[in-house]
């Protein structure tokens, strides 16, 4: 038996998922899930660019050049094409009209109003023909939404506008980042030490952005700084629970923290709208994590962990908590059982390299990756586009946030139902089909109708790609074997975020052509799902343990079979093998 089975033995006998579970669960982890959309994703709205038009200089005003306001845009603002295909003023020139020109235009200010169409068209084209067009300085923002974000404050349009986009891809950038920085400090100090040093990096770094806000570069330092603790703050809790937990209650932990997240990024709108205000809004998405160094004694060291560093007396003494807690006499051969897997636990992974140890194993491995980067690309750029979407901002994304919860049950329904492999594949080509349903709509813009169809469209895509997440990871825990499953696990994940820096200028398109960003997310969509088609079927099968064990599931499976109810697992074996043919 290998020490994993050993500790998932040990565990069962010590209550499987009893009280001190749940005091996890529903203490730590929940709570914890539930504010984490708040210091992630609360950038939507620091980074927000509202409506906004050119404010020329004073003497270009309507009121000095007493002409009213459709007029004046006519003589002052050029004409150019906006991204909904719509013709319409400038929001970054003006005319830069002579001093000469501003008293001809106050002149023929009492008769323009009553000229013709024709002939105000000329007497415009005539003198904007040959002046200099200046670039603006001064806008005048919508204060519908917010009050301000930092956009307005700083004026990040126009010449700037790219800043956004910019910071979007640096968050990503610490998040890679944090990526081999946290693994090194759970690696070396453990999981429990890595949330709290994260915790701790989140609040002092997002803090200082707001100082640090009169200056960009120090502002985009600190961006990606304060996104290297992002990581540790999902990962570290929910791994440690898991490792502790027995096997059938790991997929509860799992879609609890899902859920919880769910109703925090419905909720998380709700705190956005009241305060309105940039500053403000860092401040309380990341303040609430305070509290969690109150839970220092709550959580654990990872037990799993220090059997790996050769730990077993403090191994033992949290099992002897947990199963004191749960009301279970722990086995009296404990000590000697953790001790014993201690001595065994010697065997190391291969490492990224091992996945391309086999020809099959490689081949799977980068359609795995292609499979993760379509739902976490989507997933995260679909929170950006929130401000390309019509409609309010507030409620498109608390509609976005309400089927995140529905989408994670019905990927771990349909995966159980039809497979992971046509769940996967068929919601994937279905976003497709939606993000391409879109484009259209994006120049109608004079319908009340066409405003709730794309936020409905959305909200349908949203809650598939929440789905789709969900049998992503399910698929790459039972497609890697078990020397390989972290590593593989781990380098999807470092792929799909890698390539995802990339999407905050995907969906900067939007301010040239609102198609673009659903057109480039849908042909992501199409080639992930073309990808997961050709993954074997892993439902009902045991994990692989070794790379042949992996390179053997559905080696004989016809392309367009549906293999659930013609799979079983023989009792001899640790891969699927069919029944009968299809």
Known sequence: MSSDASFDDTIEQLGGFGRYHKRLLYLLLGPLFFIMPFPLLHQVFVLHVPDHSCVPPEHLSNESLMVNHDIWQELVLPTMMLPNHVEGPSTCTYFNYTQDQVESIIFMAPKMANMSTEDRKQFVETLQNGTEQAACTQWEYDQSEFFDTLVTEKNWVCEKSMYTADLYTLAIVGLILGTFVFSLIADFYGRKTSFYVGAASVIVLTLCMIP???NFHLFAFLKVAAAFGMLPLFQSPLSILCEISNIDKRGYVLCYGCITWSLGQCVFPLVGYVIASWRLIKAVSVLPLVLFFFTWKLLPESPRWMISKGKSKEATAIL????????????????????????????????????????ILGV????????FTASAFVYYQMVINVSNMMGN?????????????????????????????WTHCTLLFLNAILFSSITPLVYITSEAWVPPVISFLCMFIKMNIAATFTVAYVQAMEVF?????????GFCSFIS???????????ALGMHDLKLPYLVMALICLVGSISTSC?????GAKLPDTIEDASMIGRSDRFFSFLPRKYEVPAEQDIIKKRSKV
């Open 212 to 214: 640090g806000s009169d």
């Open 393 to 421: 901002t507030f409620l498109n994304l608390f509609l976005l946030g309400l089927v995140e919860g529905p989408g994670t049950m019905i990927g771990i329904f349909l995966a159980n139902t039809i497979g992971r492999r």
């Open 497 to 507: 975020q890698t390539i995802s820096i990339g999407g905050p200028y995907v969906i």
């Open 481 to 489: 074997p078990t020397s390989l499953r972290q590593s593989g696990v």
């Open 535 to 539: 993954l074997p079927e892993t439902v």
């Open 320 to 359: 002897r908590k947990i199963a004191e807690t749960n009301n279970v006499v722990p086995p009296p051969d404990l000590e000697q059982r953790i001790q014993k897997m201690s001595e065994n636990n010697m065997e190391k992974s291969l490492g990224y390299l091992g996945l391309f140890s086999s020809r």
């Open 364 to 371: 799977r491995t980068i359609l795995m990756t292609i499979g």
